[in-house]
T-cell receptor
Framework: KQEVTQIPAALSVPEGENLVLNCSFT??????LQWFRQDPGKGLTSLLL?????REQTSGRLNASLDKSSGRSTLYIAASQPGDSATYLC??????????FGKGTKLTVNP | DTEVTQTPKHLVMGMTNKKSLKCEQH?????MYWYKQKAKKPPELMFV???????INESVPSRFSPECPNSSLLNLHLHALQPEDSALYLC???????????FGPGTRLTVT
């Protein structure tokens, strides 16, 4: 059974800092890994999708990497802003359309 | 257009009521999903439809009844719910297979 772990559970940083969120998964037989952002009481916004054959994806200030063999992914956020404050969720997709989510990292960026 | 819409935004219902949640997308996606999310927890998959046919049911109680009347629309019919069913219900869509999932804003359901 696939299990996804995200560390840390919560993170508070000052504005402008670069930061890294971590995601690990137990079964390396994945098709893809997706990073989402969720604001309180809202739906999920897809940030980046990394296919199993890829090593990284970039979008603006965000960079996500994937090391499938070691079961790890990182989300790098450059020059953090207060608007980046949200919960960040990592999810992996295996042999079906099913996504398995981690519990998320709650990020607070202080002005 | 990468938008998934859900109605209503909020729903309060009694345990004897029957209600329905609606989800719509016009991205040409042929896979659609229902997730349930409790407070401070990650989303949990309930159902998956591929090409308008139910492909995954994660052992969801029969008081939740999904329906996919066409490739753009997904419904979740609710009947005789319990207070513990109160949660945020999220709809998502994607291309079939290994593909990016797009989520709607959710319906906040409260069962009294």
């Amino acid at each position: 059974k696939q299990e996804v772990t995200q560390i840390p559970a919560a993170l508070s940083v000052p504005e402008g800092e670069n930061l890294v969120l971590n995601c690990s998964f137990t079964d390396s037989a994945i098709y893809n890994l997706q990073w989402f952002r969720q604001d309180p009481g809202k739906g999920l916004t897809s940030l980046l999708l990394i296919q199993s054959s890829q090593r990284e994806q970039t979008s603006g200030r965000l960079n996500a990497s994937l090391d499938k063999s070691s079961g790890r992914s990182t989300l790098y956020i450059a020059a953090s802003q207060p608007g980046d404050s949200a919960t960040y969720l990592c999810a992996v997709q295996g042999g079906s359309e099913k996504l398995v989510f981690g519990k998320g990292t709650k990020l607070t960026v202080n002005p | 257009d990468t938008e998934v819409t859900q109605t209503p935004k909020h729903l309060v219902m009694g345990m004897t009521n029957k209600k329905s949640l609606k989800c719509e997308q016009h991205m040409g996606h042929r896979a659609m999903y229902w997730y349930k999310q409790k407070a401070k927890k990650p989303p949990e998959l309930m159902f998956v439809y591929s090409y308008e046919k139910l492909s995954i049911n994660e052992s969801v109680p029969s008081r939740f009844s999904p329906e996919c009347p066409n490739s753009s629309l997904l419904n979740l019919h609710l009947h005789a719910l319990q207070p513990e069913d109160s949660a945020l219900y999220l709809c998502a869509s994607s291309q079939v297979g290994s593909a990016e999932q797009y989520f709607g804003p959710g319906t906040r359901l409260t069962v009294t």
